[in-house]
């Protein structure tokens, strides 16, 4: 057992010395790994962060009915008998037209506003639904559509479908983007160890014919391979701060522009982690893979 | 302890190195493996150690049928049986300790107790004072010696050398015959390929003639 962690040990130091001896081409790896982390990892963060930002806004799809000007009070009354009992509407919210210039004002839109010379916003009402399907949407568009009293009926479902499709497209391709590049991780690893096998075949050679196993051979090169998409991973990280720090600017003065606190979140500590460790383990699997291919051709 | 029983070896492309030897070889034994070149001494060799497959009949290694050994059983094999290279294998990147080390680190030893035995294995091959010197610094005769060292370190019960003294002048040569002989009398199982007709008259033991894979004398 002792002798068994102290060739761990020995075989962790190799691989150290041995990435020390060719910082070049080590650090060259490490580029290489870091970069084809940096792309489906980064393309995560964009799209947490689009989800986040997502989630900011109403989450249940709304309907405006937008009222004639002219309607009459009458009118008025019947639309919001018929609102307040109606088993398709969850709640409804009722917002005047004073009100709702009022909002442009606060939304720093008073510029423009003051330049009306009378309030061009209809009185509306706002709906949300209990079951909101397309379907449903559209039954409540069409039946209010044709209710007296009733300018236009809007349904602005569709943007935030749209988005949480787009969003959906994104995760799927952050999930094919992440295994296409784990591939292309385990294969750059495997070469370099490659050029680590051929620098040591006759050490190979000589162990297997003094009695070394597979797994005695396997060791060094299993380690040089993890350190290798360990360093390939903090690259990435690195790579990912500085972006992070270039983009937190404009998207903060972007999102204070939209009056929104949206600031870009970095990857927590589980995601760190989680990343360093598939990073290491696609890249000790790679090793495996060309040290067991070389010594099968021993044979 | 070794048995090979109408053993033939053909390479890939027809060359036939060995054809129906059948040869025992008991255990404490001292045996000469002589004749030409390309005769087959070599390959009755590596047959031993699992290196090479016999293409028909069996070899058995204490009891054990070695052509039919899988290849994760093959090491532990090896770890018993010393081996002697005529082009040495000595591993250049690392000093005369380090080499000396490798088939107890391999044997997963205790480093310790490791360090000790190196040091003894060393001390028998006259090269201790050296044990910091690397490989390239050494003589033809010190890294035959070193390799020696590398052989018995784990004190195997047999020992094969394949020409051994092959490119040594006639001193280094008699140096590395009495270390053989030291071996012999302890007791260690040896099987030496030579066409050094001295060596063989000098020290004794059995000696089997080959001549075109097949004995002519001594079996």
């Known amino acids: ?299 | 302890m070794i048995q090979f029983s109408q053993v033939t070896k053909r390479y890939p492309g027809g060359h036939t190195a060995l054809e129906n030897v059948t040869l025992g070889i008991e255990k404490g034994e001292l045996l000469f493996l002589t004749g030409h070149s390309g005769a087959g001494k070599s390959t009755l060799l590596k047959l031993i150690a699992a290196i090479e497959r016999p293409t028909g009949g069996a070899v058995t290694v204490n009891g054990q049928n070695v052509g039919r050994l899988s290849r994760h059983a093959i090491p532990f094999l090896r770890r018993n049986i010393g081996l002697i290279f005529q082009d040495h294998k000595l591993l250049f990147d690392r000093n005369v300790i380090e080499n000396t080390l490798l088939p107890l680190s391999i044997a997963g030893f205790d480093r310790r107790e490791a360090m000790k035995r190196a040091r003894a294995a060393l001390d028998k091959v006259g090269l201790l004072n050296r044990e910091r010197a690397m490989p390239v610094a050494l003589s033809g005769g010190e890294q035959q010696r070193l390799c020696i060292a590398r052989a018995v370190v784990s004190r195997p019960a047999l020992v094969l050398a394949d020409e051994p003294t092959g490119n040594l002048d006639a001193g280094y040569a008699i140096d590395i015959l009495h270390m053989f002989m030291d071996f012999h009398r302890v007791g260690t199982t040896l099987v030496i390929s030579t066409h050094d007709e001295r060596a063989i008259q000098a020290m004794g033991g059995r000696v089997v003639q080959l001549d075109h894979g097949q004995i002519v004398a001594g079996s």
């Open chain 1, 1 to 299: 057992m002792n002798s068994w962690l102290a060739h761990h040990l020995a075989s962790l130091a190799d691989a150290v010395r041995r990435l020390l001896r060719t910082p070049f081409s080590a650090v060259f790896t490490a580029l290489a790994i870091g970069v084809a982390i940096t792309l489906p990892v980064g393309m995560y963060l964009g799209v947490t962060n689009l989800n986040r930002l997502a989630g900011e806004l109403p989450t249940q799809p709304e309907i405006s009915l937008f009222l004639k000007e002219n309607a009459s009070q009458g009118e008025r009354d019947a639309l919001q008998h018929k609102l307040s009992r109606h088993p398709a509407i969850a709640q409804q919210r009722f917002v005047s037209r004073e009100a709702a210039l009022q909002r442009l004002n606060a939304q720093g839109l008073s510029d423009v506003t003051a330049g009306l010379d009378k309030n061009p916003l209809p009185d509306a009402w706002v709906l949300s639904l209990r079951h909101a399907n397309p379907q449903a949407m559209e039954a409540v568009r069409q039946e209010f559509s044709a209710q007296p009293g009733v300018e236009r009926v809007h349904a602005d479902s569709a943007w935030a479908e749209r988005l949480q499709a787009m969003l959906g497209l994104g995760r799927q391709a952050v999930l094919l983007l992440s295994a296409l590049f784990g591939l292309a991780l385990v294969a750059i690893a495997s070469n370099a160890i490659r050029a680590q096998i051929l620098a040591r075949r006759e050490e190979i050679e000589v162990s297997r014919l003094i009695g070394a196993t597979d797994r005695y051979i396997r060791r060094p090169f299993l380690y040089y391979g993890a350190l290798q998409g360990a360093s390939g991973a903090l690259v990435a990280l690195g790579i990912l701060a500085l972006l992070g720090m270039a983009l937190s600017e404009p998207v903060g003065q972007l999102a204070s522009l939209y009056g929104s606190p949206f600031r870009l979140r970095p990857l927590d500590l589980a995601e760190t982690a989680i990343l360093l460790g598939a990073a290491t383990l696609f890249s000790w699997l790679g090793a495996w893979i060309a040290v067991t291919r070389t010594l099968r051709k021993f044979d």
